[in-house]
């Protein structure tokens, strides 16, 4: 196992109620996870950081099992094995298969995908692994899907990239 790199929260730890409510809110079961208890360190970050990731998952009308599957194939990208794990099952509860899944963490896009998924993931990619995205990928995304679920994709895959980049630095 490798080293704590911040100690998490405890729940004997001090809190305001009303960000504990809102983040058990969030999740199955009511059960605080350890990015959560991370995140407690820092109350004005724990706020923030669920409101945005709380819209992201509830509120985006982009369609749960494409989002699911960005949030996978950032996690796949990032080397964020926390985030595969939580997001995994979701995906597969959204209506996304094991075989699709299978294949996110491969370096190419496979041919499983259809033409919709696959400019999402052509999207995800040159966003996650370059920040720029061409204009043929962007114009393809906004031709499949219009202004609104683009901008929502590309929120998705930003937010996901940060939740990533956070799990990865500090080994959550």
Not at 8 to 18: E, I, L, M, R, V
Request: hydrophobic share 50%; aromatic share 8%.
């Amino acid at each position: 196992m490798s080293e704590v790199r911040v100690t998490p929260w405890h729940d004997n730890d001090p809190a305001p109620d009303a960000l504990l409510a809102a983040m058990k809110a969030r999740r199955p079961g009511g059960e605080l996870i350890g990015i959560d208890r991370v995140l407690l360190r820092s109350f004005p970050l724990a706020t923030g950081w669920n409101e945005l990731l709380g819209r992201v998952r509830r509120e985006f009308e982009l369609p749960l099992v494409l989002r699911e599957m960005i949030m996978l194939r950032v996690a796949a990208l990032n080397a964020a094995e926390f985030e595969w794990g939580v997001h995994y099952p979701a995906y597969l509860q959204a209506g996304g298969t094991e075989d699709k899944a299978a294949c996110l963490r491969d370096y190419e896009i496979a041919g499983v995908f259809d033409e919709q998924e696959s400019a999402l993931l052509r999207l995800t990619d040159q966003s996650t692994r370059n920040v720029a995205v061409s204009l043929q990928t962007m114009n393809e995304v906004k031709a499949l899907f219009g202004e609104k679920l683009t901008v929502e994709a590309v929120a998705t895959v930003a937010a996901y990239n940060m939740v990533s980049r956070f799990l990865v630095a500090l080994q959550i």
